[in-house]
């Protein structure tokens, strides 16, 4: 019997250990990553982080105290005047570290929500259920109208600006910087710093309907030269198919007669819809259905086959009467356009 219960609560603590480990490690992952705050890549997430790392602190520290004066009282302590504990602790103690907390969290509002210098990018960015309506407006050229995915120079302050023709949204890259509300009928701004170049994800963070968790985007932060070399050829139109792309060709009629371009617009082509995003070079975005997908021929076709299943409520129409041939030749064609 005691050899049993021996083993058994070996087993238990062998398990504890182990499960205890699993979940150290679960919890740590979700630190680093593409979608951290905690790993900032940005000025604004890095300020963000500071705050996190001194308010967890402190409350450890809080609590380390706490305990210690638990196990005091249970030890049968007596202290000289218990009075002071309640002044002390009670109140002086709460008030001065929630004072000191509030001065440093004051004092990172304004550079927060200060606008970008004059000159500096600037991107709309339209909520739309579910996906991102983009548009780049350098200084002084002419606005891009892209989708579904954001790419920024790095060490360039950028200037969002931020709405949304229905429900609420929020926009929130949580590498780079705080979250903020996209409002119908208002403009909201955001100013942007990042620090370092990479791949991160951002994701709405505002119940927006059945599709919100699904309404997430990729970030590429690149270099200088590099970012004005992309924007330009995102700037121009859709190369026509390869008269020798035979496949991609027929795609492109399949996009016309299925009336595609009631809702989309591929520049360079008569399709001008405004509907749902634009996709003149959408084969080139890290992602497909803002970020839920990857960008591939076979998520093209499932996508349009089957779109309300990948998104549940989707706001287009799916095509899976379409025969199979039209829909490779629709993906293919769609992947092209880089
Ligand atoms: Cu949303």
Known sequence: MAALHDRSSQHRSRLLRRSGGFAVVVLMSGCAGEQSALNPAGREAEWIADLFWWMAGGAVVVWLGMVALTVYALRGGKSANPKWFIIGGGAIFPTVVLAVLLVYGLAMLPPLIAPAPPGSLKIAVTGEQWWWRVRYQPAGEQEVVLANE???????????????????HSFWIPSIGGKMDMIPGRKTRLTLNPTRT???????????????????????????????????QQR?????????AQLEMRGRDAFFTNGCAACHAIRGTEANGVVGPDLTHVGSRVSLGAGILPNETSAFRRWIEHTDKVKPAVLMPHWNMLPPEELDALAAYLESLK
């Open 236 to 244: 121009a139109p859709a190369a026509p198919a390869a008269a020798t």
């Open 150 to 168: 954001i790419r920024l120079p790095v060490n360039e302050p950028v200037e969002f600006e931020l709405d949304s023709p229905d429900v609420i």
């Open 198 to 232: 990479g791949t991160f994800r951002g994701q709405c963070a505002e119940y927006c309907g059945t599709s919100h968790a699904l309404m997430a985007f990729y970030v590429v932060v690149m270099e200088k030269a590099e970012f004005a070399r992309w924007l330009e």
